[in-house]
């Protein structure tokens, strides 16, 4: 699936629960990222990471977090408190940076609260 | 950090007109500036990229401009076809973190 393996494709989750989204690339990249994307708000950057065991926080940090033990996986939890956390997620890597060939973008997942 | 502004929001066109969407970015470090176009319900994906010590490049129907002066930068796509039809994000890098995108811009071609 071009690489990047996002799942699941659609996820609900009630009120005051943790839900982990996964991430997995088989290209080798370096750097992992996670976007949110809301209707008119073009794509936020959550979190990055550019190195195994290493991630840096984006805009709108709050109420996620991620890990990164392994070079081809890059979980991102939305926690309860994350307030509004209905949206689409997509997860992205890179080799060296955005600027070498640009991102390879999972197929995303989209978050409801239910 | 940086900011990415991008208008118009909405874009409908009639099939073989031109079509031009506009970015502006605040930091001056930014020196790469991607196009992602992404059609419904897919990904986004790369049509072209314009980097800090070029002011045009071009693809096929698709151009990119680029002023550093102004900060500015704009996706040009001639002789629209209704395939076309996709909501278009520009972005910015400083070489630092990650891409900023701007809010996307939806195309619609009209046959």
């Known amino acids: 699936d071009g690489g990047i393996t996002q799942s699941p494709k659609y996820l609900f989750r009630k009120e005051g629960q943790n839900v982990t989204l996964s991430c997995e690339q088989n290209?080798?990249?370096?750097?992992m990222y996670w976007y949110r994307q809301d209707p008119g708000q073009g794509l936020r950057l959550i979190y990055y990471?550019?190195?195994?065991?290493?991630?840096q926080k984006g805009d709108i940090a709050e109420g996620y977090s991620v890990s990164r033990e392994k070079k081809e996986s890059f979980p991102l939890t939305v926690t309860s408190a994350q307030k509004n956390p209905t949206a689409f997620y997509l997860c992205?890597?890179?080799?060296?940076?955005?600027?070498?060939?640009?991102?390879?973008f999972g197929s995303g997942t989209r978050l409801t609260v239910v | 950090g940086e900011n990415v502004e991008q208008h118009p929001s909405t874009l409908s066109v009639q099939e073989g007109d031109s079509a031009v969407i506009k970015c502006t970015y605040s930091?001056?470090?930014?020196?790469?500036f991607p196009w992602y176009k992404q059609e419904l319900g897919k990904r986004p994906q790369l049509i072209i990229d314009?980097?800090?010590?070029?002011g045009e490049k071009k693809d096929q129907r698709i151009a990119v401009t680029l002023n550093k002066t102004a900060k500015h930068f704009s996706l040009h796509i001639t002789e629209t076809q209704p395939e076309d039809s996709a909501v278009y994000f520009c972005?910015?890098?400083?070489?630092?973190?990650?891409?900023?995108f701007g809010s996307g811009t939806r195309l619609q071609v009209q046959p």
């Open positions: 992205a890597s890179t080799n060296r940076g955005p600027d070498n060939y640009g991102y390879t």
């Open positions: 930091d001056s470090a930014s020196n790469y």
């Open positions: 990471s550019q190195i195994v065991n290493d991630f």
């Open positions: 972005a910015a890098y400083t070489g630092r973190r990650a891409l900023t």
């Open positions: 314009i980097r800090s010590n070029v």
């Open positions: 290209l080798n990249h370096d750097a």
